[in-house]
């Protein structure tokens, strides 16, 4: 035994080991004293209930669902809609901050200025109050439902949101003008546009740092080389610059990915019925809050790593390979 002790190795992973089982039983004292102050309040832990009507509608849903349809659907539709907005955001931060970042290190004083001034207003100014500024803009200046903004065959923007054409059983459908509004169609709520364009403009600020970071952190030489080739300042970027700065980008773009779905629960602010929204109501109709709150976390946790491992992937497939 002592010999074993002497083996850093062994002690790294007895050490381990014994932090693992006071975890073990700290998890196993908080679970029965959980259980115990619920008992005395004649409360069960269970997931039965997810199996019951929910008893509430949904209004932005991307299955079948009606207040009929179980928790679990519910629990799907919110997911499913934080899915949405959160890919969206993604996509859309990330053209934005590439935009930026690229501004921002102009030879043109005005456009680095204009760049540099977007990106220090929108990191200072709290995710929550841009919310609300986008939602009440949306509120204040679009055109009520009798006179929608026209935008193209079929594609309308009013109080009520964009309305456009959906393919619907075999042909597209168009929204038209009826007399309580349009109809047809599929369309985006003042609430989904409001979230997106929050987060998106919002995150783009700081995924702009993090490709500016990464385009300086690649040698002038490497530029310089390129364009003593004949290569032109898109070619230069394109081809030499990003790839070298992705090994610098991606770490950090990815928490900036995963900070833009956790955000997205701010949703419940401007009535946008994403998850955590789907779960308070759950949690106020059942009584359930432990089961409602560790299904959240337990879904936030999966999107996370989800999220950490397709860019971990990515970063595999973006790696330069030395010959």
């Keep these: 035994m002592a010999i074993q002790l002497s083996n850093p190795r062994f002690r790294a992973r007895l050490w381990q080991a014994l932090l693992f089982a006071v975890l073990a039983l700290g998890l196993w004292l908080l679970v029965l004293n959980l259980q115990k102050n619920l008992a005395a309040r004649g409360v069960e832990l269970g997931f039965g209930f997810l199996s019951g009507p929910a008893g509430f509608d949904i209004a932005e849903r991307l299955v079948s669902y009606s207040a009929d349809s ?33 501004g921002a290190l102009s030879q043109n004083p ?23 500024f986008w939602y009440l803009s949306l509120a204040a200046l679009l055109p009520d439902n009798d006179a929608p903004l026209v935008f193209g065959p079929g594609v309308f ?56 970071a990464g385009i300086l952190s690649v040698p002038k030489g490497q530029s310089e080389a390129a364009k003593a ?35 997205s629960s701010l949703a419940v602010a ?27 976390m337990l879904v936030y946790l999966t999107l996370s790593l989800l999220t950490s491992w397709l860019m971990m992937r990515f970063e595999r497939a973006a790696r330069l390979k030395e010959r």
Excluded: D
């Excluded at 005005?110 to 609300?132: H, I, S």
């Excluded at 032109?232 to 950090?252: E, F, H, K, T, Y």
């Design 70 to 102: 179980s928790y679990w659907m519910a629990y799907l539709v919110g997911i499913l809609n934080t899915l949405r907005v959160a890919v969206l955001g993604v996509l859309l931060a990330t053209a934005i901050g590439l935009f930026i970042a690229i």
């Design 157 to 212: 923007l009013t109080k009520s949101g964009l309305s456009f054409p959906w393919w619907v059983a075999g042909a597209w459908e168009f929204p038209e003008l009826g007399p309580f509004g349009l109809v047809g169609g599929a369309a985006l709520s003042p609430e989904f546009m409001a979230l997106l364009a929050g987060l998106s403009i919002y995150t783009s600020a700081f995924i702009a740092e993090v490709i500016r």
């Design 110 to 132: 005005l456009v680095a200025w204009l760049c540099r001034g977007y990106v220090e207003v929108l990191r200072n100014v709290p995710l929550l109050l841009q919310l609300f």
């Design 270 to 296: 401007i009535g946008y019925p994403e998850l955590v929204s789907v779960a308070t109501t759950t949690l106020n109709q059942t009584g359930h809050a432990v089961e409602a709150i560790s299904l959240l």
């Design 229 to 263: 080739l004949g290569f032109s300042g898109a070619q230069q970027l394109r081809l030499i610059i990003l790839p070298q700065a992705m090994r610098v980008i991606i770490p950090p773009m990815t928490n900036q990915y995963l900070n833009l779905t956790k955000n």
